[in-house]
């Protein structure tokens, strides 16, 4: 069977999201494991591969065309109908199908936040989102996506049959894990590379609106407020991620509270120091008012840390049992919340057993699988 991909969101540098969702597929793919010796990949590109990609062999390819400029929409499709040898099944881990392919096609769809919330999208990407998801999503055998809220959410939208969306849950990074035991040495260092005082809480997320951010700043200047010991004013909120868009509000808020001594940005942080991050901090907080799955609550789990998170969307599916909801409109719940974990260390130590029991559901290779098994069906 040979098997095309869509490679793209994995062939680029700092990988989140749907960039890390591709990559961690195609490293399984190409994993012996998973029984794929009779089937050949090729794995299609805008760019040249890159290093950290799985190596070429007789089963996995690359094959790099142009031109870049509508790749889905033209050089893609163009290349799948005139190619001598082509794929026996499309798979696209993005909301883009090849137009005018005359392969079956497999798309995944994380979420419909560009449905729910358009404003925080640029005209031009809201545009394509909107009118190339929905021919993809006509055209597609099959829909996969990474947790039921999803699912319900493009179902209901789009108008489709249940059975052509497909829940497939998302796992956690491997390297995470082999990081866990130097994540200690590197919490001093880190500690003091950003000038990190003592007790933080920790939010790992793009700036953006959807976030919550703005209402977590307000929350956590509410809590600092009510301590008395000097000590517990010291408190930080240390805020990673880049800036998305609409950030401004979420860079003034510490201002506008009276905290901006309190709370850091720190931008984007490499993957090597996200463990100590996440191993020294009092609590994870995941504030969104909308997630396809949420990653970052199982990321904290893996390293002991303790997680509150929005009730609504798909959070408490990724969290389950294991973390703290809030109502994440309320800006009292959330510092409710978050002041009842803080002030109770037999709590959190309940929610880290928890989370360490939580994150054993999830799995890339396990992933793989089930994609994998899902696009053989398709190509029958």
Same mark, same amino acid.
């Given at each position: 069977?040979?098997?095309?991909?869509? &490679?793209?969101?994995?062939?680029?540098?700092?990988?989140?999201?749907?960039?890390?969702?591709?990559?961690?597929?195609?490293?399984?793919?190409?994993? #012996?494991?998973?029984?794929?010796?009779?089937?050949?990949?090729?794995?299609?590109?805008?760019?040249?591969?890159?290093?950290?990609?799985?190596?070429?062999?007789?089963?996995?390819?690359?094959?790099?065309? &142009?031109?870049?400029?509508?790749?889905?929409?033209?050089?893609?499709?163009?290349?799948?109908?005139?190619?001598?040898?082509?794929?026996?099944?499309?798979?696209?881990?993005?909301?883009?199908?090849?137009?005018?392919?005359?392969?079956?096609?497999?798309?995944?769809?994380?979420?419909?936040?560009?449905?729910?919330?358009?404003?925080?999208?640029?005209?031009?990407?809201?545009?394509?989102?909107?009118?190339?998801?929905?021919?993809?999503?006509?055209?597609?055998?099959?829909?996969?996506?990474?947790?039921?809220?999803?699912?319900?959410?493009?179902?209901?939208?789009?108008?489709?049959?249940?059975?052509?969306?497909?829940?497939?849950?998302?796992?956690?990074?491997?390297?995470?894990?082999?990081?866990?035991?130097?994540?200690?040495?590197?919490?001093?260092?880190?500690?003091?590379?950003?000038?990190?005082?003592?007790?933080?809480?920790?939010?790992?997320?793009?700036?953006?609106?959807?976030?919550?951010?703005?209402?977590?700043?307000?929350?956590?200047?509410?809590?600092? #407020?009510?301590?008395?010991?000097?000590?517990?004013?010291?408190?930080?909120?240390?805020?990673?991620?880049?800036?998305?868009?609409?950030?401004?509000?979420?860079?003034?808020?510490?201002?506008?509270?009276?905290?901006?001594?309190?709370?850091?940005?720190?931008?984007?942080?490499?993957?090597?120091?996200?463990?100590?991050?996440?191993?020294?901090?009092?609590?994870?907080?995941?504030? #969104?008012?909308?997630?396809?799955?949420?990653?970052?609550?199982? /990321?904290?789990?893996?390293?002991?840390?303790?997680?509150?998170?929005?009730?609504?969307? #798909?959070?408490?599916?990724? &969290?389950?049992?294991?973390?703290?909801?809030?109502?994440?409109?309320?800006?009292?719940?959330?510092?409710?919340?978050?002041?009842?974990?803080?002030?109770?260390?037999?709590?959190?130590?309940?929610?880290?057993?928890? &989370?360490?029991?939580?994150?054993?559901?999830?799995?890339? /290779?396990?992933?793989?699988?089930?994609?994998?098994?899902?696009?053989?069906?398709?190509?029958?």
């Amino acid at each position: 069977m040979n098997i095309g991909i869509d &490679g793209n969101e994995a062939n680029i540098d700092r990988k989140v999201g749907i960039g890390e969702y591709a990559f961690e597929l195609l490293i399984q793919f190409s994993n #012996s494991k998973l029984k794929t010796q009779n089937s050949k990949f090729v794995v299609y590109l805008k760019n040249k591969a890159r290093q950290d990609l799985p190596k070429e062999n007789q089963n996995w390819q690359y094959r790099v065309i &142009g031109p870049k400029r509508f790749w889905t929409q033209f050089a893609l499709p163009v290349d799948l109908y005139f190619h001598k040898e082509r794929p026996d099944v499309f798979f696209s881990p993005t909301h883009y199908a090849p137009r005018f392919s005359p392969i079956p096609t497999i798309i995944s769809i994380m979420d419909l936040s560009y449905i729910h919330y358009p404003y925080m999208f640029k005209k031009s990407d809201l545009y394509q989102l909107k009118n190339w998801t929905l021919y993809s999503v006509q055209k597609s055998k099959k829909i996969i996506t990474i947790s039921k809220s999803s699912k319900n959410d493009i179902i209901g939208y789009y108008k489709l049959d249940n059975d052509k969306v497909v829940v497939v849950y998302p796992g956690i990074k491997e390297k995470g894990i082999n990081l866990q035991a130097k994540s200690m040495d590197n919490s001093k260092k880190l500690r003091a590379k950003y000038n990190i005082r003592g007790k933080y809480i920790l939010f790992v997320g793009t700036l953006q609106p959807r976030k919550n951010i703005v209402r977590l700043i307000e929350a956590f200047g509410k809590i600092l #407020s009510e301590f008395s010991n000097s000590k517990e004013k010291e408190l930080e909120l240390i805020i990673v991620g880049k800036k998305g868009w609409f950030y401004q509000d979420i860079l003034n808020a510490p201002q506008k509270n009276n905290i901006e001594k309190n709370v850091k940005f720190l931008d984007f942080v490499e993957n090597e120091e996200l463990p100590a991050l996440y191993k020294e901090a009092v609590c994870f907080v995941l504030p #969104s008012l909308y997630e396809g799955f949420g990653l970052p609550v199982l /990321e904290a789990m893996q390293f002991g840390c303790p997680v509150l998170a929005s009730n609504i969307s #798909s959070l408490p599916e990724a &969290g389950a049992d294991a973390a703290v909801y809030f109502d994440p409109y309320n800006v009292n719940d959330i510092a409710d919340k978050l002041k009842k974990v803080i002030e109770n260390e037999e709590l959190r130590k309940e929610m880290r057993e928890k &989370g360490f029991r939580q994150i054993k559901k999830f799995s890339w /290779e396990k992933a793989a699988t089930e994609t994998l098994d899902i696009i053989k069906k398709v190509a029958g």
